[in-house]
């Protein structure tokens, strides 16, 4: 895999570079996910009405506890190998990678069987009302059906954003934001499968994704030439990769299960329309997660090499990136909440409740903000169990909403939850970024001494 073969060098290439070939591209994508994600929820609104909304908002929660936990071991495999994959050394790489997926695969099958035998008790905890049970089951089980594609999709995601060309992150990432609105078109306005297109149509278009993602590797020279040695096991780094991917999902795990307990107060004290608003969301925090993916690919190599002018210069940045876009967030969704939930419902009762949950949700895009990135810092340094406090936090605000402020202050307390956790969570990550930056530049310069 030699320098013509991939165009980031994030150990000698200028920031300003590195930044503009993964971040602009990702950037462009994540702007253009908001599109997609308005227009797939005018379609779920025309074709199935708060239905589709309402399904996700009981079970989502749930769902989303287990997708985390193999997408934390896809990043903790990312970090754990990045060396790997700046050698120029292919059989080493497609080593790597193929035990990636492999770690990966592991704890999804792990997810599936949980999930299988669970279904009974998680749904009587999550007291899903009866009136959507049976539809709410078969999302449950077509979710459970995903989740290996889905897990082999996120790892592929990563390694390809990392050691892609600028054209490859950018069609790569549009098609892995776009997923849900291209199913969404062709299974349900193309085809009118109905309620069964919603339900299984992600399938075929990830499985059709797995292979674009699969001939973008061979193009960065990471899967071509793969030997049948290339597939033996090395238990030792799949346990290790899981084991680093677990202890990032602790910090995950947290946030999960507190939403959690969220969603079983609001299925347990609100109404319908209520369960329904707070689903409906557009993705304009999602550019935040250009900071996360950036530091991911960027600290860990630098920070080892001992790159510290270099790691100070990306941190401080993303920082400032985060606390400006975090606020042009939150004005948008205090000021829009009734224009876009006017686009898609006649009902004036959801138009005011989308507007008053906009409003509190806007409110917490700014702790969100120092969030998506000190968080992912600690993470790419090797202090995961810093930035477990943020999990800590985020669990803390969340509970006093699920089991104070839904009993005694109905939805209100349920669209308190994102300001609450996240500004926890938020102020924490940033209370020990002051606290152990100076601790972590000095441990950067003994490693470049090292080198």
Request: aromatic share 12%; hydrophobic share 50%.
């Amino acid at each position: 895999m030699g320098k013509t073969e991939v165009e980031n060098d994030v150990l000698k290439d200028g920031v300003l570079r590195i930044v503009l070939n993964i971040g602009a591209p990702l950037l462009a994508v994540q702007l253009l996910s908001m599109l997609a994600a308005s227009y797939t929820n005018q379609i779920y609104s025309r074709y199935f009405g708060k239905l589709v909304f309402l399904v996700t908002g009981v079970l989502s929660s749930v769902i989303a506890l287990f997708q985390s936990a193999y997408s934390s071991v896809a990043s903790g495999t990312w970090i754990r190998s990045a060396a790997a994959y700046a050698e120029e050394d292919r059989g080493r790489a497609n080593r790597v990678t193929v035990n990636a997926l492999y770690s990966v695969t592991l704890v999804v099958l792990l997810c599936m069987l949980a999930l299988l035998l669970g279904k009974g008790c998680i749904f009587r905890a999550m007291n899903v009302p009866l009136e959507i049970h049976r539809e709410a089951g078969l999302y449950y089980y077509a979710q459970v059906a995903l989740m290996p594609f889905a897990g082999i999709n996120a790892m592929l995601n990563t390694i390809i954003t990392a050691r892609g060309r600028r054209g490859m992150v950018f069609a790569e990432n549009l098609l892995f934001v776009c997923g849900p609105a291209i199913a969404a078109m062709l299974f349900i306005a193309v085809l009118r499968m109905g309620f069964w297109g919603w339900l299984l149509g992600s399938i075929p278009v990830t499985l059709a994704h797995i292979g674009v993602q699969w001939a973008f590797l061979k193009k960065c020279g990471i899967v071509a030439g793969l030997k049948p040695e290339h597939f033996r096991p090395d238990w030792e780094s799949i346990f290790g990769n899981a084991r680093y991917g677990c202890l990032l999902y602790t910090q995950m795990i947290l946030c999960c299960i507190s939403e959690m307990a969220i969603s079983m107060q609001s299925n347990r004290y609100l109404d319908m329309d209520e369960i329904a608003t707070v689903t409906i969301l557009l993705p304009l925090t999602s550019p935040l997660a250009v900071c996360s993916t950036l530091c991911s690919v960027f600290v860990p190599q630098n920070y080892g090499a001992g790159k510290t002018l270099r790691l100070r210069r990306f941190v401080s940045g993303a920082i400032w990136f985060g606390a400006v876009y975090g606020v042009g967030c939150a004005l948008f969704h205090m000021l829009a909440g009734e224009w876009y939930f006017g686009t898609l419902f006649d009902d004036m009762a959801m138009i005011e409740l989308g507007r008053e949950y906009w409003f509190w949700y806007g409110l917490g895009c700014i702790p969100l903000a120092m969030i998506y990135v000190i968080r992912v810092f600690f993470d790419s340094v090797g202090m995961a169990k810093v930035s477990m406090l943020s999990g800590a936090g985020e669990l803390l605000g969340r509970l006093v909403c699920a089991f104070w402020l839904i009993p005694c202050f109905g939805y209100i307390g349920r669209f308190a939850a994102p300001l609450l956790g996240w500004g926890l969570g938020g102020l924490m990550m940033t209370v020990m970024y002051f606290a152990l930056r100076k601790k972590i530049w000095e441990k950067c310069d003994r490693n470049g001494r090292w080198t």
